[in-house]
Nanobody, 125 residues
């Protein structure tokens, strides 16, 4: 079982950087695949980035590839999402996710078993 809590959201200017953190509880978290999904107003929750439990494989949505970097520190039970060169279209509520199964760009949010409460990210132009 895993419990997730996101933090690090806020207001930033276009072109700026922001790092989100997802703190997890549960002794087996290090064996869970993790990821980030985001949901903008009026839109469905969409895949953003994911990382395997070993940290050897990462996946990114085309819209953030080259700008966002996902990483994890299993010793700290934390997953990070570093967002660089942010754009107004990145504005959304960002949710941390975890699952025993691999999370890839085609994974539907309804398939994910564990979710954080979400953290708001707003990018001004």
């Amino acid at each position: 079982q895993v419990q997730l809590i996101e933090s690090g959201g806020g207001l930033v200017q276009a072109g700026a950087s922001l790092r989100l953190s997802c703190a997890a509880s549960g002794r087996t978290f290090s064996t869970y695949n993790s990821g980030w999904f985001r949901q903008a107003p009026g839109k469905e929750r969409e895949f953003t980035a994911a990382i395997s439990w070993t940290g050897t494989s990462t996946y990114y949505a085309d819209s953030v590839k080259g700008r966002f970097t996902i990483s994890r520190d299993n010793a700290k039970k934390t997953v990070y999402l570093l967002m660089d060169r942010m754009r107004p279209e990145d504005t959304a509520v960002y949710y941390c996710a975890a699952d025993r199964n691999t999370i890839v760009p085609t994974t539907r949010f309804s398939e994910i078993n564990y979710w954080g409460q979400g953290t708001q990210v707003t990018v001004s132009s």
